[in-house]
Nanobody, 124 residues
Framework: EVQLVESGGGLVQPGGSLRLSCAAS????????MSWVRQAPGKGLEWVSA????????YYAESMKGRFTVSRDNAKNTLYLQMNSLKSEDTAVYYC?????????????????WGQGTQVTVSS
């Protein structure tokens, strides 16, 4: 059974940091490019960041550049998102997604598997 399980979300003050994890199982993790996608309350899906199958290439949405860092550990079948300098507008449910390709895509429909999401709330 394919599973993507996110963790690490929570409540954090503006300017704070969180590290999200996405544990993968049931498929060959290093055959897949990975992305983080978020959904704020009342809004659609927003692509956040992505990483190639071997971690050699990373990509970020403009508003996340310099604040977020995506990484992966293929030995542990785990994807990470380090989020620093968090803002209230980063409040959302964060999902990880897997695409059977060497390179990721910013298009949500191109992803094969999705996690259940983890809530991130940035508030004082």
């Amino acid at each position: 059974e394919v599973q993507l399980v996110e963790s690490g979300g929570g409540l954090v003050q503006p300017g704070g940091s969180l590290r999200l994890s996405c544990a993968a199982s049931g498929f060959t993790f290093d055959d897949y490019a990975m992305s983080w996608v978020r959904q704020a309350p009342g809004k659609g899906l927003e692509w956040v960041s992505a990483i190639s199958w071997n971690g050699s290439s990373t990509y970020y949405a403009e508003s996340m550049k310099g604040r977020f860092t995506v990484s992966r550990d293929n030995a542990k079948n785990t994807l990470y998102l380090q989020m620093n300098s968090l803002k209230s507008e980063d409040t959302a449910v964060y999902y990880c997604a897997a695409r059977e390709a060497t390179m990721p895509s910013p298009e949500s429909y191109e992803y094969d598997y999705w996690g259940q999401g983890t809530q991130v709330t940035v508030s004082s």
